[in-house]
């Protein structure tokens, strides 16, 4: 992060941060008694990351799949019954 700013003066300055962190693509990392708590960042961070989780979810996916071609797997039935349903 490139800022860290207390919770206090985000309260106090919201529009004017927000308006860095649009604008200017600022990070700040809010903190709470000296520790962070959450975080501005630009729209453009929130996409890489929400891309970011899609591809590892994907990667596990395949991974997954990968183990049920080499393992094989349980069928519905028999996973029913090992929760008693």
Known sequence: MSNQLPI???REKFA???G???FAGERIAIQK???TVAALVP???LEALRTLEEQLDLLDALEALADYRDKGGVGLEDLKASFGL
Do not use: N
């Open 8 to 10: 206090t003066e985000i």
């Open 16 to 18: 004017e941060i927000t």
């Open 20 to 22: 860095r962190v649009q």
């Open 33 to 35: 008694h000296g520790k």
């Open 43 to 45: 729209p453009s961070d």
